[in-house]
């Protein structure tokens, strides 16, 4: 059986008529304005996938958040984190994501925390207010 995958939602008959409108509109509307085509990927690594999602979540919960779509170093996004003024930091890579657990660093005090990956978002607000 195949499985749908998780944040992608199918374009079903009936639906695609419309989508293949709006994208018309919208590629003629940028050509009129010189941008050109590009092609992405698709998909991504599971933990991009779901910082993203989080990244969201905490901005509905009014905890500002940004997410390196970049790929730096560890070492790298902390000194960035720390030049912005930033009092705490996740950190999610595949061993946590194996754990189910990620880190949350208190960017003053260099504390961490294991928090598990349940309710997350909750949860890291919880310990930051």
Do not use: Y
């Not at 902390?78 to 061993?95: P, S, T």
């Not at 990620?102 to 310990?127: G, S």
């Amino acid at each position: 059986m195949i499985q749908s995958i998780r944040g992608f939602k199918d374009i079903l008959p009936g639906e695609v008529e419309l989508w293949q409108h709006i994208e018309k509109t919208a590629r003629s509307l940028l050509e009129s304005f010189g941008f050109k085509e590009i092609r992405i990927p698709i998909l991504e690594h599971a933990e991009l996938s779901m910082a993203f999602d989080w990244t969201c979540a905490f901005g509905l919960e009014g905890i500002i958040a940004e997410l390196d779509f970049a790929g730096k170093s560890l070492k790298s996004q902390m000194k960035r984190a720390d030049r912005f003024g930033a009092k705490h930091v996740l950190i999610v890579g595949e061993k946590e994501l194996e754990e189910k657990a990620v880190i949350l660093r208190n960017m003053t005090t260099k504390e961490q925390l294991l928090v598990p990956l349940d309710n997350l978002v909750k949860a890291v607000k919880d310990k930051i207010s």
